[in-house]
Each structure stands twice: as structure tokens, then as C-alpha cells.
């Protein structure tokens, strides 16, 4: 409801999307898959920033005492993390879209492609929502859950970006499975760990 209120951090979100892919055609319309690879991540990364690490560093004092009188911590939590997995995966498809239009796409399998973009979106909001909780207990929220989100991230950035290049080769393509299993696995790991550590920042 929040969002729908105050659409401002969404709206400029897909807008820079827009305007790096513009920038990349007519900088270098005949890019390399490999370019247009690294072009996309660091894209999305950049772009989604702003958004999804919002989820909590909007949230007053007060609303925290309020969502303690009336949900539990896990729900909070499961609750803030899939609505950030589903922003996620809107910004990823958004990006794909302008990638599409302006450069089209040159993956070939685009099943372990897409495999891939669903994991590492689901873990980059993950963290980013929890980050977020912990930036708004610190009291710097508007700059603190960046800071705090890009460290963590970067070896689900780096394992993505490495898997999705093999969907670019016939060759490599049979041993992707191999780096979706270990993204399954560090998702995984930051959904666990995730859940642990928010009891305590709950009860804070």
C-alpha cells in the first residue's frame, strides 16, 4: 500500500533501466554477448538498489511496535522478503525487456538463463530486506543498507554472472547446473541465516 502511495522509487527504478539500455545501444549497438552479459548485471544491480533495500528503511519506530502487536516475526519476515523477491523478478523482467528491444537477446538456452536471473534476484532481495531491517535498528537507514547489502551480495553477483555467460555457449551449457545447485544452496543459506538473525533484531 505504501508503494501504491508513493510509487517514486519504483517508477525512477524501471526509468534508469530504460535510459542505461538506450545508452548502451547507441554507445555499442553491436556489443559482444559476453559486454551485453556484464552490461545486464550491473544494470539490474545498480538500478534495484534504491528499491528493494527500502523494504524496511521506510519504517518508523512506531510501525515496528504496531506489526509486533499484530503479526509474529516470521511472518514479518517471509512476508517482506517474498513481496521483495516479486519486486525483484518485476525489475529483472523489466531489464530483460529493455536488453530486448533496444539490443535483443543473445542467449542461447534461455532455460538455465531465466534459472538463473529467478535465483540470484531471489537472494540479491533477500538480503537486501534483511540488511534493510538492520540499517533502520541503526538509525542510518537511507545510507547504510547499500553499503551493508553490496559486500554480501557479491558472491551471489559473481556465481551469476559466471553460470549465465555458459548459457551463452552450446559448449559450456551442460555444466551450469553445477552453479545453479551452489546459487540454490547460498539462497538457501541467506534464508536460513536470515531467519535466525531477524528473531533477535525483532525483539530489539
Known amino acids: ?3 501504491l502511495k ?3 522509487l519504483l517508477v525512477s527504478a524501471i526509468l534508469q533501466l530504460g535510459i542505461t ?12 554477448a559476453s559486454v551485453w552479459n ?8 545498480l538500478g534495484s538498489i534504491p ?12 510501525r515496528w511496535i504496531f506489526w509486533n502487536q499484530i503479526a509474529s516475526p516470521a511472518e514479518m519476515l517471509w512476508g517482506k522478503i517474498i513481496y521483495g523477491w516479486g519486486q525483484m523478478l518485476l525489475l529483472t523482467a523489466v531489464n530483460l525487456l529493455f536488453f530486448a528491444w533496444f539490443l535483443g537477446i543473445p542467449v542461447i538456452h534461455l ?7 529467478l535465483l540470484v534476484s531471489g537472494g540479491i532481495s533477500s538480503v537486501f530486506t534483511f540488511v534493510g531491517a538492520v540499517a533502520t535498528k541503526a538509525g542510518g537507514a537511507s545510507f547504510m543498507a547499500p553499503v551493508l547489502s553490496l559486500p554480501i551480495i557479491f558472491p551471489l553477483i559473481l556465481v551469476g554472472i559466471k553460470a549465465s555467460l555458459k548459457a551463452f555457449n552450446p559448449v ?13 544452496s547460498l539462497d538457501l543459506l541467506v534464508l536460513v541465516l536470515t531467519g535466525v538473525l531477524f528473531q533477535s533484531l525483532w525483539k530489539d
Open 21 to 32: 539500455a538506450l545508452l548502451s545501444m547507441l554507445s555499442q549497438p553491436n556489443m559482444l
Open 51 to 62: 528499491s528493494v533495500s527500502k523494504n524496511f528503511t521506510m519504517v518508523a519506530r512506531g
Open 1 to 3: 500500500m505504501l508503494d
Open 172 to 184: 559450456l551449457v551442460g555444466s551450469v547446473y553445477t552453479d545453479i545447485y551452489l546459487l540454490c
Open 111 to 117: 532455460g538455465p538463463y531465466f534459472a538463473i536471473l
Open 38 to 45: 556484464s552490461i545486464f548485471w550491473i544494470t539490474l544491480i
Open 6 to 8: 508513493k510509487p517514486t
